[in-house]
């Protein structure tokens, strides 16, 4: 069965960075668009980043353009989330997410994602 396990989460000073990973197995990789979502206390859980399945594509929330960079490798079957000049609103859980092979690509929309990790938390300081 997909498992996704995501790591690398934490408790980080505003300012700070985090590197968030997310570990894939039981699927064909290659063949999944990966995304990130986090959710606040009290708040929807909203669309953070996203990747197309070679890497070539990628699309990000407003809120963290410029600060937050996905990536991915195909030979690891992991994808990842480096997070800079992280912010106290940044606090959240943070969750992995994939689609089904040869999935239309639909960066923002949650109903997209089949599969979903169990979720990291990231906490900021101010």
């Known amino acids: 069965q997909v498992q996704l396990v995501e790591s690398g989460g934490g408790l980080v000073q505003a300012g700070g960075s985090l590197r968030l990973s997310c570990a894939a197995s039981?699927?064909?990789?290659?063949?999944?668009?990966m995304a990130w979502f986090r959710q606040a206390p009290g708040k929807e859980r909203e669309f953070v980043a996203a990747?197309?399945?070679?890497?070539?594509?990628?699309h990000y929330a407003d809120s963290v353009k410029g600060r937050f960079t996905i990536s991915r490798d195909n030979a690891k079957n992991t994808v990842y989330l480096q997070m800079n000049s992280l912010k106290p609103e940044d606090t959240a859980v943070y969750y992995c997410?994939?689609?089904?092979?040869?999935?239309?690509?639909?960066?923002?929309?949650?109903?997209?994602?089949?599969?979903w990790g169990q979720g990291t938390q990231v906490t900021v300081s101010s």
């Open positions: 039981g699927l064909t990789f290659s063949l999944y668009h």
């Open positions: 990747i197309t399945q070679s890497g070539g594509g990628t």
């Open positions: 997410s994939g689609d089904g092979p040869f999935a239309r690509w639909q960066p923002e929309g949650q109903y997209a994602y089949d599969y």
